[in-house]
């Protein structure tokens, strides 16, 4: 893959860097930062590796992402290569993607531009996690690119009757998506197709007996039903298997990723579907488990929301900056309650209880 001008050839590695999970302090996790070692900061780039894969398998990789101008922060998912945690498919481990990117920009700002908004790649299951995160963290990104990604977790489950991923599947979402439909629709990037905002590049196999080609079709499917959406591209390989050449495909992914430079922002009002948790830079929710799937209304304007989620008894919500006298909206649903309002970091975080019944929200500023 050829070294785009003005970038140069010599690179900074800090491999195995130690950072920790706002979600779970107590665990330590690890990425390999890259990046041209003059010239910078550069925009950062998360790299998610495979399903049955740690960052170790990526490195050659993150290095080729690294020589086209990018930091790549190449991820270790929890529970590989020697991390604590238990790995949770497109759960949690999408919020450890956005505290390896914090401490990139902390750590390493000669590298790691705070100024220039991050672009994400994997393939495999890392295709998977893009394409969840795109839809959890709609105005994370400037661009993502999924190579032969999963999309929808119960039909790649009910696929695979060979058992060599249902094995995980099991420990890391649920039994089986017969009897917890919902756990399998909250890892799902199909789930948060609504919600994403960034450009996306989609490339799969025809032939690909891993991760079929219908789990990118049905992605692409749900794309074609959003009027005005953003931008979607794409590629069906025929004759290509699981393994996608890199050339000239990953070339073709990076001049995607360094095209496409532009923040995203999320607009004042709009629905949402929460899958686990909607994190966005001036608001975000979660349920009480990550394998929880529902709605949010929000109109920032006139300062209220509302919530919908059957299956959970309680919520989170953050917002930014202070607000003042927040109180659910009247009727409140019966046992429903704000628990509790707080200031932390900048954002003002209310716990809410509404025993999976229809609950609003408003408040001041």
């Not at 529970?79 to 790995?87: D, K, L, N």
């Not at 990604?149 to 995980?168: I, K, L, P, T």
């Amino acid at each position: 893959m050829p070294v785009p001008r003005g970038v140069p050839k010599e690179l900074a590695e800090h491999l195995l860097v130690a950072f920790s999970s706002s979600e779970r302090p107590l665990i330590t996790l690890f990425m390999d930062v890259l990046a041209p070692a003059h010239g910078g900061p550069w925009p950062p780039l998360l790299l998610f590796h495979g399903w049955h894969q740690d960052l170790t398998a990526t490195r050659e990789r993150a290095k080729l992402f690294a020589a086209r101008g990018f930091c790549v922060l190449n991820l270790n998912l929890r529970g590989r290569c020697g991390t604590v945690g238990e790995p949770d498919a497109s759960g949690w481990e999408l919020r450890d993607a956005t505290d390896a990117l914090a401490a990139a920009r902390r750590d390493y700002p000669q590298l790691c531009a705070e100024a220039l908004p991050p672009r994400a790649f994997g393939a495999s299951g890392g295709g998977g996690n893009v394409y969840a995160l795109v839809g959890k963290c709609p105005d994370l990104l400037a661009a993502a690119v999924a190579w032969c990604g999963v999309s929808d977790y119960a039909r790649w489950f009910q696929w695979n009757e060979a058992g060599h991923y249902r094995d995980e599947m099991r420990r890391w979402i649920a039994p089986n998506p017969r009897e917890f439909p919902e756990a399998y629709a909250s890892r799902s990037g199909l789930t948060v197709a609504p919600n994403r905002l960034c450009p996306l590049l989609a490339v799969h196999g025809q032939e690909d007996d891993s991760v079929p080609v219908e789990q990118s079709r049905a992605y692409a499917a749900a794309q074609k039903g959003q009027k005005d959406g953003p931008l979607f591209e794409y590629q069906e390989l025929p004759g290509v298997a699981h393994e996608i050449p890199e050339d000239p495909y990953l070339a073709q992914a990076a001049a995607f990723l360094t095209r496409h430079n532009r923040p995203v922002y999320v607009p004042p009002r709009g629905r949402y579907v929460v899958a686990g948790f909607l994190k966005t830079h001036y608001f975000e929710v979660r349920w009480d488990h990550v394998g929880l799937a529902g709605n949010l209304d929000l109109d920032l304007r006139r300062r209220r929301l509302f919530l919908e989620c059957p299956s959970t008894t309680a919520a989170q919500v953050r917002l930014a900056g202070p607000v003042r006298n927040p109180e659910l909206l009247s009727p409140a649903p019966k046992g429903a309650r704000l628990l509790a309002v707080r200031q932390e970091a900048g954002w003002t975080i209310l716990d809410l209880q509404f025993h999976g019944q229809a609950c609003g929200l408003r408040w001041k500023v």
